[in-house]
């Protein structure tokens, strides 16, 4: 790990837990969905940085890979509201992820999911089992009255990549990794009330490149344009208009990538049984040194 990227992990952090608490701030009852998500993607470039992945806001049942489509909105009122937010600094990557509870019902939910990821971070260290960490997420959570969701995981952040190894598990998976010097990774608990499993259903929301390869239409070849702009981080249709090209022209060219697999798209991942999910998230850094910091974690309210 060179001396930059230390420094620019720790400062993307910082700027993700200062965007993630200038977000929460937003989602109260009444507010708009839209309205929010917006006020938060210009706070990140008013920050100096870019997205890592767009920011989603996940609602109820639904763990992540939630967004509306750019004409649609909503005004939150008593749901269980899931914020994960990503920022790039210089090609080095902050993720964390809090959950708001506006009906007043299910703080306790909320309460297991913060307390595993305390608990996960304070044993973080150099050659600990990475299983251990999600022993301590599941029995944390346990402990609470829940469970964890085990499809759904922790991982490593790279320049540039949002989803890198290690992966960090939510429960012991018995897997050999441990914590060597150098890593940088998210710790990403996930807690609910039902089954502890999710799966992908609906439209895709959030899309990733595949392939450069020229599609056919003039209009999927001037997206593929502009994805190529976002040096292969995640991205989501309200990214590719312009103002000019009409949603449904957009739409149809995202479609036809898709098609042609130049893209892949992730659908909203939704809770088994239907229970409510609270998600709690923060980026690790473990320095040559075996020196660790939580970048996301000082300014978390």
Do not use: W
């Amino acid at each position: 790990m060179n001396k930059s990227y230390k420094q620019n992990f720790i400062r993307a952090g910082e700027l993700a837990g200062q965007v993630r608490s200038f977000g929460k701030a937003l989602i109260k009852a009444g507010a708009s969905y839209s309205e929010v998500l917006h006020k938060i993607r210009h706070k990140i470039f008013e920050l100096g940085a870019i997205p890592a992945f767009p920011p989603q806001i996940a609602l109820n049942e639904v763990a992540a890979h939630f967004l509306l489509r750019p004409n649609e909105d909503i005004v939150f009122s008593d749901q269980v509201v899931k914020l994960d937010v990503g920022v790039c600094y210089q090609g080095a990557i902050g993720d964390c992820a809090v959950t708001i509870d506006l009906s007043g019902k299910h703080q306790k939910l909320v309460d297991a999911a913060e307390a595993a990821l305390l608990q996960a971070e304070q044993i973080v260290k150099v050659g600990l089992p990475i299983r251990e960490i999600g022993r301590v997420i599941e029995e944390t959570i346990k402990s609470h009255g829940f469970r964890s969701i085990k499809n759904l995981s922790g991982h490593g952040l790279g320049p540039y990549k949002i989803h890198t190894s290690p992966t960090i598990p939510n429960y012991d998976d018995y897997s050999k990794g441990v914590i060597k010097p150098g890593m940088t990774f998210a710790i990403e608990p996930f807690a609910t009330d039902g089954s502890g499993l999710i799966y992908e259903e609906g439209r895709a929301a959030i899309f990733s490149l595949l392939s450069t390869r020229p599609p056919r239409s003039e209009t999927a070849r001037l997206l593929l344009t502009k994805i190529r702009t976002f040096n292969g981080l995640p991205f989501a249709t309200h990214d590719l208009l312009d103002g000019k090209t009409p949603l449904l022209q957009v739409e149809l060219g995202l479609a036809e990538l898709l098609k042609s697999g130049s893209i892949a798209g992730y659908g909203p991942l939704i809770e088994e049984k239907g229970g409510l999910v609270a998600q709690a998230e923060n980026s690790v850094l473990v320095d040559e040194d075996g020196q660790v910091t939580i970048t996301t974690r000082a300014l978390t309210p």
